[in-house]
């Protein structure tokens, strides 16, 4: 007679319940005869489920736990990032209705792409697997490229959509490349059992090391196209420039949390006996990334591809934070490599903050009828809108690293942790990269505030919506007042989840 054992869902009820109310809200509104009226009804079922699946992960942080056959982790750090993934997103929507709605692009579909999109992003954060990592990385991507070309009536918007599908169908190529190889080393999926078949003290392994080195490059291409790292950045400023507002506040914002998570997974999980080869190559990306990041958002005079150069910059940051770490088996070497993670984890969180503000900001003001673009439209603004002129100032000095706002302490710890592990030149570089960065994000502050002031601009969100914003950008003044409290976080879930 068989035993049959009920299968444990429990790690992943909350991605269970997200993916039973999108075909939920899509059987819905197949009924709903009226497009408003099935909108409305998507946004308030999307973003309930989102702030549930938040509030759900912020609550009840689990213990390591699997599901599926070790195909889905159920940890703290996952936990933190899937509930900072979810009240991201339910922003995106907050922020981005109404512009959706004054240029008639407000549809159901957007919101049940959206959700799904999240999903991706639920699913790939707590990949246990190299399939389960394939599965969340397509769902997020597929949903990418269709909300890039939201505007079908957009050349500049359809354009980016398919750069952003012909390259990310040969990033998801190496990528699935790469994993065949890993595979084929070590005979596994599961990322626990291709670190024991790694681990040098197993004797009973049969590794080639040629063809697993061959694999991590292929997957560190991968890796590199969805941080959006050099050389595979190239799809970041077109993006950003082509796509709806709301759909690039999306993809710079949340995304980059659920990247952070596949590199930890893949990397210092499955990879960890190989860190010799990927820290080395992270190390030389991300300075790369830097440069060019900061080099090339100076010449730009568009605010979308000013802040997609940024993006490119940071994410270099925090991927050095990723691999500023000690290698060896001693308990400082393990202090060292939870002080690199839980630094880069907070680098990442806070990044996420100041982007969601950021393009929040963006999308409040129209000028006769369109949306600001240039840096030259914020001239003046200082003057017309101080309130708001003075929250752009607060999310560009904290991009930019001034103290005393959470970007100083981000880039602070980031470098404190490539000190920690013997990088000196690297962190020089770094600060002086970060110098000459802070040019552009302080025009934006000079344009706004001592430019006479451009066309009258007009703020049209309602006071939901601006309350919201202002507390958005408030919060990352206060965590940079008391950085303390969200770094203890960072390094306590990094510590119970190794």
């Known amino acids: 007679m068989m035993n049959f054992q009920i299968p444990n869902f429990l790690p992943a009820i909350a991605e269970i319940f997200q993916a039973s109310m999108a075909l939920l809200i899509l059987l819905i509104i197949s009924f709903c005869r009226h497009s408003a009226r099935a909108s409305r009804i998507a946004f308030w079922l999307s973003l309930t489920t989102l702030l549930?699946?938040?509030?759900?992960?912020?609550?009840?942080?689990?213990?390591?736990?699997?599901?599926?056959?070790?195909?889905?982790?159920?940890?703290?750090?996952?936990?933190?990032?899937?509930?900072?993934?979810?009240?991201?997103?339910?922003?995106?929507?907050?922020?981005?209705?109404?512009?959706?709605?004054?240029?008639?692009?407000?549809?159901?579909?957007?919101?049940?792409?959206?959700?799904?999109?999240?999903?991706?992003?639920?699913?790939?954060?707590?990949?246990?697997?190299?399939?389960?990592?394939?599965?969340?990385?397509?769902?997020?991507?597929l949903a990418s490229y269709a909300l890039v070309a939201l505007d079908r009536d957009s050349v500049r918007s359809t354009e980016a959509a398919m750069k952003y599908f012909v390259l990310g169908a040969l990033a998801s190529g190496l990528l699935l490349y790469g994993m065949s190889m890993v595979y084929g080393a070590t005979q596994s999926l599961n990322l626990v059992d291709i670190a024991i078949a790694l681990n040098p003290d197993n004797v009973d392994a049969q590794v080639s090391r040629t063809v697993l080195l061959f694999g991590l490059v292929f997957l560190m291409a991968g890796i590199a196209f969805k941080i959006g790292l050099v050389p595979f950045h190239m799809w970041i400023p077109d993006v950003y420039e082509g796509a709806p507002t709301p759909v690039t506040l999306f993809i710079a914002s949340t995304p980059k949390l659920a990247a952070f998570a596949m590199a930890y997974r893949l990397l210092a999980i499955g990879m960890w006996d190989l860190a010799e080869h990927w820290q080395r190559m992270l190390l030389i990306v991300g300075m790369s990334s830097i440069v060019l990041g900061n080099l090339a958002a100076i010449a730009q005079t568009s605010f979308k591809r000013m802040l997609a150069y940024s993006g490119i910059s940071h994410m270099g940051f925090m991927v050095l934070g990723l691999a500023s770490f000690l290698q060896g088996s001693q308990e400082f070497a393990q202090r060292s490599q939870e002080s690199a993670y839980s630094?880069?984890?907070?680098?990442?969180?806070?990044?996420?903050?100041?982007?969601?503000?950021?393009?929040g900001i963006l999308l409040l003001f129209t000028r006769n009828g369109r949306e600001l673009e240039s840096i030259d439209d914020f001239r003046g603004l200082g003057k017309t809108h101080g309130w708001w002129a003075g929250m752009m100032a607060v999310v560009m000095f904290s991009m930019a690293g001034i103290p005393f706002f959470v970007g100083f302490f981000s880039k602070f710890y980031i470098l404190h942790a490539l000190l920690s592990a013997g990088h000196l030149w690297l962190a020089v570089a770094a600060v002086m990269m970060s110098l000459i960065g802070a040019f552009y994000y302080l025009r934006v502050v000079k344009v706004m505030f001592f430019d006479a002031p451009a066309e009258a601009c007009t703020v049209a969100a309602g006071f939901g919506v601006r309350s919201m914003l202002s507390a958005n950008v408030l919060a990352i003044a206060v965590i940079g007042i008391y950085p303390g409290l969200l770094m203890d976080i960072c390094f306590l879930v990094v510590h119970l989840s190794m």
């Open 52 to 141: 549930a699946v938040g509030a759900y992960h912020f609550l009840f942080f689990a213990e390591i736990d699997f599901a599926f056959g070790q195909m889905f982790f159920d940890d703290p750090i996952g936990d933190v990032l899937k509930s900072a993934a979810s009240f991201c997103v339910a922003a995106v929507l907050i922020y981005g209705r109404r512009h959706l709605q004054e240029r008639n692009l407000e549809s159901p579909e957007y919101y049940i792409i959206v959700l799904l999109a999240a999903l991706g992003i639920c699913v790939l954060i707590s990949a246990g697997s190299l399939v389960t990592i394939y599965i969340g990385l397509e769902l997020l991507s």
């Open 343 to 359: 630094s880069a984890l907070f680098y990442v969180l806070t990044y996420a903050l100041t982007a969601l503000a950021a393009f």
